[in-house]
């Protein structure tokens, strides 16, 4: 009897899992479907405006270098949801982030090449991209691979470049604490609205204007962040602070 109650429970878990993960699949799909429809649209609009202006050559190289934005745009949004699905596919084995590791050295080489792409771009801004750091336990590992983190660092200090005004600055600090590290990502933005903090971690989540310059985000940065963060057996936070926002995250040592 107690086998059969066994068996019983477990097929349940089993099908309940399953059930799970088709809505999941189902929600990422109509979401996804839902978040493309704007962006091609518009990219169908700038092609045809390219088209109308083949005797002007000035607005020809106008609408065409729209249109390659709109699809870098299209890009990274296709980027971002084959990360999140595969993440997915990990963690539905039951093996996130196995083999992932990487020295504290390493990270450190990843998050300055990290800063130097963030300089670039937010550099015709005139937002400055300050960047400290403290490891001095270089060959500590941790499970997270050196892409990995500086993904999360770029999502990170990117939304920080997109909530600041020209003249603005971001600062990123990585710190080595006893049993992981930190990275702290702050700016000198307008803040995140109170009623959107519970939701900044969810997959196409946006704050109103206030809060980006431009509203050319996917949304799907900070759930790739989070998902990221999970992977490796850390946590992520986001919170206001004095000025600006404040984003911390913390991974353990292997």
Known sequence: MNSRRSLARTLNDFISQVRTTALRERQMVSDASHELRTPLAVVATQLELAHASFGDAAALEREVL???????????????????????????????????????????????????????????????????????????????????????????????????????????????????????VTDTGTGIPHDFLPLAFGRFSRPDSSRARSSGGSGLGLALVQALVDRARGSVSLENGTIGAIATVEIPTM
């Open 66 to 184: 729209a249109a390659e934005v709109s699809l870098a745009r299209l890009s990274r949004l296709a980027t971002m949801l084959l990360e999140l699905s595969q993440i997915e596919a990990l963690e539905a084995s039951g093996a996130p982030g196995r083999g992932e590791q990487a020295t504290g050295a390493e990270l450190v080489s990843e998050v300055m090449l990290a800063v130097d792409r963030a300089r670039l771009l937010a550099g015709p801004d005139g937002i400055s991209v300050e960047f400290d750091a403290s490891m001095p336990r270089d060959a500590e590992r941790y499970p997270v691979s050196p892409t990995s983190f500086g993904r999360i660092v770029d999502n990170l200090v990117m939304n920080s470049i997109a909530a600041c005004d020209p003249g603005g600055r971001v600062t990123l600090d990585l710190r080595q604490l006893d049993e992981g590290l930190r990275v702290v």
